[in-house]
C-alpha cells in the first residue's frame, strides 16, 4: 500500500536464535510482499517473496507469513547465523501498482 | 549474463559540476528505477519509467532529471551537483506490472557520489 511500516528498526540475537521482522501496511488491495536482504556495501536483493493467495511460504531458515485481515506480513528466520547480519526490506504495491513502497529497515545483527 | 549495471560505482566531483550516472539492464525490463540512499539507510525512489519515453518523479523531491530513449539505459543526470547530493544512488528495473500482479525489482550495484 501506499505506507509500509517496519519493526524493529534494530534487531541483535545470538546465533541460532530465530528473529523476526514484521511489516504493516495499508492499502488492502496490496497482493505481493516481498523482502530484500542488503549486506554490508552490496544491493538488495530478493531472498523471499509472498503473494496474496497463500498464508505462509518457506525457504529453508526463512519464511514470510501474511495476514490480510490484520494487513500485516512478517519474515522469519530460523537458526540464525552471523551471515544472516544485514538490513532487512519489506515491501509492498503502491495503490495502482505502479512501484514497491519500501519499509524502512530493520539492521539485524547476529553475534556468535 | 542478464544483469543490471551501474557506472561509475564512484564519483568524487566539485560542486556546480554536471554529472550523469549510468544504468542498464539486460534483461529486457520494461520498468526502471532510481533510488537514493545513504548507506544501510532508507530506500527513496526518486524516479521511475514504464518504458520508452516514459518517466515520473518519485516520492523523494530530487534535483536530478531522467530519460529512457532505449529500453535498457536509464541515466540519471544532475546538472549541478552539491554537496547536499551525497549518497548512494540505485537502479533497479522490473517486468512491467500487469493489473493487479507485482513483480520482482532487481538491483544494481549502486553509484557512491561524494560532492565536495
Known amino acids: 500500500g501506499e505506507n509500509v511500516e517496519q519493526h524493529p528498526s534494530t534487531l541483535s540475537v545470538q546465533e541460532g536464535d530465530s528473529a523476526v521482522i514484521k511489516c504493516t501496511y495499508s492499502?488492502?488491495?496490496?497482493?505481493?510482499f516481498p523482502w530484500y536482504k542488503q549486506e554490508l556495501g552490496k544491493r538488495p536483493q530478493l531472498i523471499i517473496d509472498?503473494?496474496?493467495?497463500?498464508g505462509e511460504k518457506k525457504d529453508q531458515r526463512i519464511a514470510v507469513t501474511l495476514n490480510k485481515t490484520a494487513k500485516h506480513f512478517s519474515l522469519h528466520i530460523t537458526e540464525t547465523q552471523p551471515e544472516d547480519s544485514a538490513v532487512y526490506f519489506c515491501?509492498?504495491?503502491?495503490?495502482?501498482?505502479?512501484?514497491?513502497?519500501f519499509g524502512t529497515g530493520t539492521r539485524l545483527l547476529v553475534s556468535p | 549474463e542478464a544483469d543490471i549495471y551501474q557506472t561509475p560505482r564512484y564519483l568524487v566531483i566539485g560542486t556546480g559540476k554536471k554529472i550523469t550516472l549510468e544504468c542498464s539492464q539486460t534483461?529486457?525490463?520494461?520498468?526502471m528505477y532510481w533510488y537514493q540512499q545513504d548507506p544501510g539507510m532508507e530506500l527513496h525512489l526518486i524516479h521511475y519509467?514504464?518504458?520508452?519515453?516514459?518517466?515520473e518523479k518519485g516520492d523523494l523531491s530530487s534535483e536530478s532529471t531522467v530519460s529512457r530513449i532505449r529500453t535498457e539505459h536509464f541515466p540519471l543526470t544532475l546538472e549541478s551537483a552539491r554537496p547536499s547530493h551525497t549518497s548512494q544512488y540505485l537502479c533497479?528495473?522490473?517486468?512491467?506490472?500487469?493489473?493487479?500482479?507485482?513483480?520482482?525489482?532487481?538491483f544494481g550495484p549502486g553509484t557512491r557520489l561524494l560532492v565536495l
Open positions: 515491501a509492498a504495491p503502491n495503490t495502482g501498482f505502479q512501484k514497491l513502497v
Open positions: 509472498i503473494r496474496s493467495n497463500v
Open positions: 534483461m529486457g525490463h520494461d520498468k
Open positions: 533497479a528495473s522490473s517486468l512491467r506490472t500487469s493489473g493487479a500482479r507485482g513483480e520482482t525489482q532487481y
Open positions: 519509467s514504464y518504458g520508452v519515453n516514459s518517466t
Open positions: 492499502d488492502s488491495a496490496s497482493n505481493y
